[in-house]
């Protein structure tokens, strides 16, 4: 059996939409019909004729389309692809640190539960998330969670003094910047792209700091012939891709088996899963009802601000 020609027909057959994130694996961004960044991601979701979508990336994904598509069925080759940074934001200690501080508009990174974005004001992704925070009056006081080092790089960036859940996800978080200034010395003609949820050493290494979509855009545009890439390596795939003429090195992790970060529950989603997912319409996502419609909102707003503000 070959796997694409059958993934292809069942979702012809069945009017199903494939939305594969940039750090998914190689083939199964090729299959997708959009393959984007979680802001993408979720506009495109949003706006989707299908009646089955097929969330290729992680749990809270798949949430967020369940959330915005309330009548679709919503697949996810693999329910247990979860996101560690998603993890690190328990609701119930997460509602306890909103208690605590009366008064803050919640803003939530879009990796989190669907329980999370419940208990928030506003959503927003790496894409948008500096805009849509200097919407708010400068003296707006905000919580913003769980990433702490996407917050404190909005916070250096934009004056701010939002209050940051600790929270991390484990990919970004292992970027060594001894590594990266080692391949900088190295490649000196390169330039170094790096991802927001990395900790403050690696940013200041930084040509570019932004979102997989921005990373992607700046390389595509940019007159140089070699980048340093310091984000999750499936995000390569699409560099090589729409720039065959360029190189591209992964920034390693400090530590660890990999040459390069890869997230181990991006890679739980396979072409063999994904084909099972599509012929079974199965594991399906369910968002509980009461917590959907308080998720909604918050999920909306970011669409409606991204909008305006031309995101």
């Given at each position: 059996?070959?796997?694409?020609?059958e993934i292809n027909r069942l979702?012809?057959?069945?009017?199903?939409?494939?939305?594969?994130?940039?750090?998914?694996?190689?083939?199964?961004?090729?299959?997708?019909?959009?393959?984007?960044?979680?802001?993408?991601?979720?506009?495109?979701?949003?706006?989707?004729?299908?009646?089955?979508?097929?969330?290729?990336?992680?749990?809270?994904?798949?949430?967020?389309?369940?959330?915005?598509?309330?009548?679709?069925?919503?697949?996810?080759?693999?329910?247990?692809?979860?996101?560690?940074?998603?993890?690190?934001?328990?609701?119930?200690?997460?509602?306890?640190?909103?208690?605590?501080?009366?008064?803050?508009?919640?803003?939530?990174?879009?990796?989190?539960?669907?329980?999370?974005?419940?208990?928030?004001?506003?959503?927003?992704?790496?894409?948008?998330?500096?805009?849509?925070?200097?919407?708010?009056?400068?003296?707006?006081?905000?919580?913003?969670?769980?990433?702490?080092?996407?917050?404190?790089?909005?916070?250096?960036?934009?004056?701010?003094?939002?209050?940051?859940?600790?929270?991390?996800?484990?990919?970004?978080?292992?970027?060594?910047?001894?590594?990266?200034?080692?391949?900088?010395?190295?490649?000196?003609?390169?330039?170094?792209?790096?991802?927001?949820?990395?900790?403050?050493?690696?940013?200041?290494?930084?040509?570019?700091?932004?979102?997989?979509?921005?990373?992607?855009?700046?390389?595509?545009?940019?007159?140089?012939?070699?980048?340093?890439?310091?984000?999750?390596?499936?995000?390569l795939h699409e560099m090589r891709?729409?720039?065959?003429?360029?190189?591209?090195?992964?920034?390693?992790?400090?530590?660890?088996?990999?040459?390069?970060?890869?997230?181990?529950?991006?890679?739980?989603?396979?072409?063999?899963?994904?084909?099972?997912?599509?012929?079974?319409?199965?594991?399906?996502?369910?968002?509980?009802?009461?917590?959907?419609?308080?998720?909604?909102?918050?999920?909306?707003?970011?669409?409606?601000?991204?909008?305006?503000?031309?995101?």
């Amino acid at each position: 059996m070959n796997l694409k020609e059958e993934i292809n027909r069942l979702h012809r057959e069945k009017h199903a939409v494939i939305l594969a994130h940039y750090y998914q694996e190689g083939d199964i961004q090729d299959l997708a019909d959009f393959v984007g960044d979680s802001l993408a991601l979720a506009q495109w979701a949003s706006r989707c004729d299908a009646d089955i979508l097929v969330m290729c990336g992680v749990h809270f994904m798949g949430e967020t389309a369940k959330i915005l598509c309330p009548d679709k069925k919503v697949l996810v080759p693999d329910l247990t692809a979860g996101c560690s940074l998603a993890d690190s934001c328990p609701p119930d200690r997460f509602a306890d640190f909103v208690k605590a501080h009366p008064g803050h508009t919640v803003i939530s990174y879009v990796n989190t539960s669907a329980a999370v974005k419940a208990l928030t004001d506003v959503v927003v992704t790496s894409g948008n998330a500096r805009r849509i925070v200097e919407s708010f009056p400068a003296d707006e006081p905000i919580i913003f969670g769980p990433d702490r080092n996407l917050g404190a790089y909005i916070n250096a960036v934009t004056g701010r003094k939002m209050l940051l859940w600790d929270g991390a996800c484990h990919v970004h978080e292992q970027f060594s910047a001894e590594k990266i200034a080692a391949l900088k010395a190295a490649h000196p003609d390169a330039e170094v792209l790096v991802h927001p949820e990395c900790r403050s050493e690696v940013v200041r290494l930084a040509d570019v700091v932004g979102s997989t979509a921005v990373l992607l855009k700046h390389a595509v545009k940019s007159a140089c012939r070699r980048f340093i890439v310091a984000t999750e390596a499936g995000i390569l795939h699409e560099m090589r891709k729409q720039c065959p003429d360029k190189e591209f090195i992964p920034a390693p992790p400090a530590t660890g088996p990999h040459a390069c970060n890869e997230c181990d529950f991006m890679r739980r989603n396979t072409l063999e899963k994904l084909y099972a997912c599509l012929r079974d319409e199965s594991p399906a996502i369910e968002v509980d009802p009461d917590t959907a419609a308080r998720a909604v909102r918050p999920i909306e707003r970011m669409l409606e601000l991204s909008a305006r503000l031309g995101l």
